[in-house]
């Protein structure tokens, strides 16, 4: 499956942000703790301009808490600041602003030595679609200010929201970029909801998330769909094959069957896939740190 959208939207976003970042000290960057290499958008090292970025380890209730630990580790290696948060319950929300405080404080310093010690910090806050950055900022703020949903493309235009008298937040529409050089990074921002579903085979894309889930957490999917076991998969069988068999399996033991008793595999990739981004079926984390070193990224 080839996955490319670029919503004309987004290329104003990117001119938007461009001329934003230099009001702001910081660069709030919140990505999907579950798929945390494909929900970082390439294009923000250059639209940051080098500017200090915290990363927030988001939906990470929804993540296998192991690989939450070890991504953490991956990335304080490589030099970024890292916040693990579920902005949904609030978990690791109320340590933002210290944080930010704390990547800022030489700043902070220099700021105090020629008197400006009342000018708040300014944090604009990126991502792409669906990561939870409204749902992040509105807990920051502890109100409802920025528009939070769980379909991508819900935020629009510039919003800025005032926490305290030290802290100001931009908030920006998630923006994703041209062109997935892997497209399991389509996919992955395909099976979290970051790009809209109604440009999607939707039984093609659960098969390939069945397989995926199948492969890396097998008792889980076991567990969810009564299963007896995992079908046997053929040699030549791709992951897409394989998953729609494992699609049906659940279809029948959840009983999804259409006029004449055929299996309804529709109804179970949009149920497969609305469980999944609920994290009903267990805490998945779909990439890891030694795949992207293999990939030559380390």
């Keep these: 499956m080839n996955i490319q959208w670029f919503p004309g939207h987004m290329t104003k976003t990117r001119r938007q942000m461009a001329e934003d970042i230099k009001l702001v000290d910081l660069v709030a960057e919140v990505i999907d703790a579950r798929i945390p290499v ?24 929804q993540a296998d ?19 693990e948060t579920d902005a949904k319950s609030g978990a690791g929300v109320s340590r933002f602003s210290a944080a930010a405080r704390e990547l800022l404080r030489d700043r902070l310093e220099q700021y105090a030595r020629k008197g400006q010690t009342g000018r708040p910090v300014r944090a604009m806050v990126v991502g792409v679609p669906n990561v939870g950055k409204s749902t992040f900022i509105n807990k920051v703020a502890r109100r409802k200010s920025a528009k939070a949903g769980d ?27 041209p062109k997935f050089e892997d497209p399991r990074t389509g996919l992955n921002l395909a099976y979290t909801g970051a790009i809209k579903d109604e440009i999607m085979d939707l039984e093609e894309l659960a098969s390939s998330l069945m397989a995926l889930l199948g492969t890396r957490y097998p008792e889980a999917v076991l567990t ?35 006029s004449g008793g055929e299996l309804d595999t ?6 497969l896939l609305d469980e999944y981004r609920a994290g009903k079926l267990g805490r998945f984390t779909l990439e890891s740190p030694e795949e992207l070193e293999v990939d030559g990224d380390g």
Excluded: C, F, H
């Design 224 to 258: 969810a769909y009564k299963l007896p076991g995992l079908p046997e998969r053929g040699e030549e069988e791709n992951d897409v094959a394989w998953g729609y068999r494992l699609l049906e399996a659940a279809a029948g033991k959840r009983g999804m069957r259409i």
């Design 38 to 61: 494909s929900s970082r958008n390439p294009d923000l090292d250059e639209l940051t301009a080098g500017k200090p970025r915290l990363v927030l380890l988001n939906r990470a209730d």
């Design 65 to 83: 808490p192991e690989m939450n630990r070890r991504w953490g580790e991956w990335l304080r290696a490589r030099g970024q600041a890292v916040l």
């Design 266 to 271: 529709l109804r179970m990739a949009r149920t």
């Design 151 to 177: 379909r991508p493309g819900v935020t629009r235009g510039k919003q800025w929201i005032t926490v305290d008298a030290g802290l100001a937040l931009l908030d920006t529409p998630g923006i994703l970029w």
